[in-house]
């Protein structure tokens, strides 16, 4: 157990480390703490917490680091309520933010993973879930020149799909009406990946034209998840040795890994994942602040933001809360 004193001189540590990105001393650590006790006890209080694992130190010069478990103390003591409270006006702006939103599906989430990464200056992650148990809301044909013509599909998740489909010859407008008919009677309200195709109407251009989308549409671009990445410069640039540097942008481009990842984290039950907890490990260096979206309840995905293990983390913490709520309520109100 870490005495309240301790805590105090690790809090200290892990701030000045986070803002300077030096070993702290002890001269510094008593300052930021704000203890009037004397050098020799706030040094043998750091040597203590560095002899049970919660600080290391890289020289024997030089002052302490935080270690993983020195970190894991701190955000399993965060009061993120507390946290939060300080910076009301940082809610009331994410609020607004996602006031105004409006778009397709897509550019909610790359608006999203904008607003994550300059709220924390971290790289930013989300994963869009969504597409997969969402619902036909509406179908259009719409004629298009030289006999195409494209299909609108609009998800209950705001996403858009449209297709161009050609024809040898121009469609006429009564038929393109009664094969719309046809497909909002079979697919609407029903989860596109799922709906099936009904039977043949007995016009054969109609027939056509349902087939098409069938062929095209179902089972296709709604399935699996959708990663938006912004930021991965910010986090780029925290690390000093280009092989880290690379490994990291690596991970973050390859769209399996981070949706592994998230989903790993979220299922051992934690928000934070800190250096090797991330269980990846190019990840090493690095922490991983995660929250799960809902829709109307329900799984819809999730928003990260990776950052250094020296990263501040009550502020991560609170702006990847905010921000899923926020996501969570304005996909649900749809």
């Known amino acids: 157990m870490v005495d309240e004193r301790k805590a105090a001189i690790l809090r200290a540590v892990i701030e000045q480390y986070t803002e300077t990105a030096?070993?702290?001393?002890?001269?510094?650590?008593?300052?930021?703490?704000?203890?009037?006790?004397?050098?020799?006890?706030?040094?043998?209080?750091?040597?203590?917490?560095?002899?049970?694992?919660y600080l290391t130190q890289p020289h024997t010069s030089a002052g302490r680091v935080p270690t993983e478990k020195g970190y894991r103390y701190f955000v399993d003591h965060i009061d993120l309520a507390a946290v939060q409270r300080t910076a009301p006006s940082d809610d009331r702006s994410v609020a607004a933010f996602f006031g105004q939103l409006r778009g397709e599906i897509e550019q909610v989430m790359r608006d999203t993973a904008t607003l994550l990464s300059d709220l924390t200056d971290y790289a930013a992650v989300v994963v869009d879930d969504t597409a997969e148990a969402a619902v036909v809301r509406s179908v259009q044909l719409v004629p298009l020149a030289s006999g195409a013509v494209m299909s609108v599909v609009v998800l209950s998740n705001g996403q858009i799909i449209k297709r161009t489909f050609d024809f040898e010859t121009e469609v006429a407008p009564d038929v393109i009406e009664r094969a719309t008919r046809v497909l909002a009677g079979s697919a609407v309200d029903r989860v596109l990946a799922a709906a099936s195709q009904p039977r043949p109407s007995g016009d054969d251009v109609v027939d056509a034209l349902v087939l098409q989308f069938y062929q095209e549409m179902v089972g296709g671009e709604v399935d699996g998840e959708r990663v938006y990445v912004d930021g991965a410069s910010k986090v780029a640039s925290a690390f000093q040795a280009v092989d880290s540097v690379s490994q990291v942008l690596t991970i973050l481009e390859q769209q399996l890994v981070v949706v592994s990842l998230l989903a790993d984290v979220v299922e051992r039950g934690l928000s934070v994942a800190i250096g090797s907890e991330t269980g990846v490990a190019p990840l090493s260096e690095c922490s991983l602040v995660v929250s799960p979206y809902e829709i109307d309840g329900e799984h819809a995905g999730a928003i990260a933001v990776l950052g250094p293990t020296r990263m501040n983390y009550p502020q991560a913490m609170s702006a990847v809360a905010v921000v899923s709520s926020q996501l969570g309520r304005l996909l649900s109100e749809g």
Not at 31 to 47: F, Y
Request: hydrophobic letters at 45%; proline letters at 3%; glycine letters at 10%.
């Open 22 to 53: 030096q070993p702290v001393g002890s001269s510094a650590a008593a300052k930021a703490a704000g203890l009037k006790v004397s050098s020799a006890t706030i040094r043998n209080d750091m040597a203590a917490l560095e002899t049970e694992g």
